[in-house]
């Protein structure tokens, strides 16, 4: 267990005892750099979103007073100086503000498809009016703060594989997001669930069932998982965390997939609730195409910098 946790849901023994949240509504941006790589033999071809776009700006009309673009210039002038393809999503809870810069087609989901297989379990319990065992307690508490992969393939197989789990996508409201048909896929030698496609959209969508009160997560569910999104290890504390203060409430969940057998193509996410000094908002940030591990954590780390600056 990490120390100095930030956060407030580090109570999770008995998640039953979690207290509620408070609702909220929002909108999403989405931010896109693109660049083509070259894969080698037996490597799954690349998600969709990594096809080449020209960034245009999309923001809908709110009421007056409402907050100026976070995603606005100085985001667009530095994922212009960036490889690979960036997909991002923010919404402002207190405002319910939508930003968008560009569009683009699902990305391989790595290990934030972690997230979904939380909730998925969770929503399962809870129409079985079952507690969730210690076995599961501990292979959630594995899968999300640790992210370790056994884990999250033995869950993966408890909820039931992709067919489950598109139907609580469904029920949640995930639009376009493909849980993958196998977990030993030929040609990969990574658990094949991190090949599910996902957009910000969903994973925005997503996070919101743990913010929002809705008939598929009790608030002890919702405040058991955002316990484990805000105590991962240390070490996985980057991405939409950058740049945000120690004293804020983060919550999130991170994946990284070597896709190529010379690790020169990396699928590299983060998605999270950031909370405190008068921020309240979502985001979620899908990149591929980065040339190492470390350059994609990079480039999220900064565009979540901006983000929270602009967000004041």
Known sequence: MPSGVRGRHSTRAHYVSTSAL???????VVVIVAVLVSRG????????GAASQSPSAVTSSRPAGARQDPLGTAAISYLSTRAGTVLAAVYDIGTGQTWRLGQGQPQYEASVVK??????????RESDRAALSASDLLLTQQMIEDSNNDAATSLWYEV???AKIRS???AAGLADTSPSSCVDCPGFPWP????STTTPTDQLALLRKLIEPSALLTSAERGYALSLMENVTPSQRWGVS???PPQVTVALKNGWLP??????????????????QGRDYLMAVLTTGNPTEQYGIDTIDQLAAIVWKDMS
């Open 168 to 170: 609580f996508n469904t």
């Open 22 to 28: 408070l609702a909220v509504i929002g909108g999403c």
């Open 160 to 162: 039931g594989g992709p």
């Open 242 to 244: 950058g740049g945000v």
């Open 41 to 48: 033999p037996g490597i799954p071809p690349p998600a969709p």
């Open 192 to 195: 094949g669930w991190g090949l």
């Open 259 to 276: 896709l190529n057998g010379s690790d020169t193509d990396w699928q590299i996410n983060s998605v999270g609730w950031i909370s405190g």
């Open 115 to 124: 997230l979904d297989v939380l909730e998925t379990l969770l929503a399962e």
